[in-house]
């Protein structure tokens, strides 16, 4: 399972033969447990590592292997993922009939085990091949069952793929009101959902914070907790001794007077500690957030929306950026 979530992680960061190397271990240890499901999962992984590469020919062999397995097992749901990652490699391969007919053996599945984001998916998938193929009616009403799906789960980036696929098929008929109303939608969703990430973000950072203030202010109660034993300690050695000897009564006195000024010390000293925490805390929400914006959200842990009467927006669109973007590293 660890080696499985590592390459996961390597893949995410750009690094698939890395990955790659996780999964062949992960597969051969759950080879000798004998766990189908977990193998056929593995090829699964193992093939879009390798459609990635554009080494298709590997890339079925692992997928042909990860649906036979499926199969074996009983699993549509299996089945169908893996069919739909064959459909790619039609695609890809500009095998488009042989793409749409895969992937329309995945939809059935997806029907018949009701999975509906499964669906969704798969209709837009269908979509986008119909679209190649200039089967522009066709490909409508595969985005429009791929949107109406994702409504009713409530699934906001598929139906953001949905606006945008239907804003390049209307663009195509040369309906520009239409392409851009659905653009402007696509746009919006695509805003809620980064909004959405971005409020997940202060709050991890808000709750981070309030942590380790809580932390701080625990570790301080134990050391005064720690201090005022030792402290009547102290005392009660005092009265104790202070029958016999007065001098080592007002040493003791003294050493009670040390410790409360080097209390009082290490207390102004977590004071300023925290101080910081906080200038921190606020400089990160300052940088994510307009001050008001921040003010608002710190008083009453909300913030109205606003309306500004005018406003300039700029869209800009790179040719085949995408691709660009899928092939050149980082730097």
């Not at 499901?37 to 090829?43: D, F, G, S, T, V």
């Not at 093939?47 to 499926?70: C, P, V």
């Not at 290490?266 to 910081?276: F, G, H, P, R, W």
């Amino acid at each position: 399972d660890n080696l499985v979530r590592m390459a996961n992680i390597l893949q995410a960061i750009g690094e698939p033969d890395s990955a790659y190397v996780k999964l062949q271990h992960s597969l051969a240890i759950y080879t000798e447990l004998d766990d189908k499901m977990e193998q056929a999962k593995i090829l699964n992984g193992l093939g879009s590592i390798e459609i990635d590469r554009s080494k298709f020919e590997k890339a079925l062999e692992y997928l042909n292997r990860s649906k036979a397995i499926y199969e074996q097992i009983g699993s549509v749901e299996g089945i169908a993922a893996t069919l739909s990652n064959i459909s790619t490699i039609y695609s890809k391969r500009d095998q488009l009939n042989l793409a749409m007919e895969t992937q329309q053996n995945a939809l059935d599945l997806y029907k018949e085990a009701g999975m509906k984001y499964g669906q969704s998916i798969a209709h837009l998938n269908i979509g986008e091949f119909l679209m190649k193929q200039s089967k522009y009616k066709d490909a409508m009403s595969h985005f429009i069952f791929a949107l109406n799906i994702s409504e009713d789960t409530g699934d906001k980036s598929t139906q953001k793929t949905a606006f945008s696929n239907l804003s390049s098929l209307y663009a195509a008929l040369g309906d520009h009101k239409k392409a851009y109303d659905y653009q402007i939608k696509a746009i919006a969703l695509e805003k809620e959902i980064a909004g959405a990430e971005i409020t997940k973000q202060v709050n991890r950072k808000m709750i981070s914070y309030e942590f380790e203030l809580k932390e701080k202010e625990y570790q301080y109660q134990q050391k005064l907790t720690e201090s005022e034993l030792q402290k009547q300690q102290l005392l009660a050695d005092r009265r104790s001794m202070q029958r016999n000897i007065s001098i080592v009564g007002i040493l003791l006195l003294l050493m009670v007077a040390t410790v409360i000024s080097r209390n009082y010390f290490k207390q102004k000293q977590l004071n300023n500690l925290l101080s910081i925490e906080r200038d921190k805390s606020e400089k990160l929400l300052l940088n994510i957030l307009p001050k008001e914006i921040a003010d608002e959200l710190k008083e009453k842990g909300e913030s109205e929306a606003r309306l500004f009467e005018d406003v300039s927006v700029v869209f800009t669109d790179f040719k085949d950026f995408s691709k660009l973007a899928g092939r050149l590293s980082a730097q």
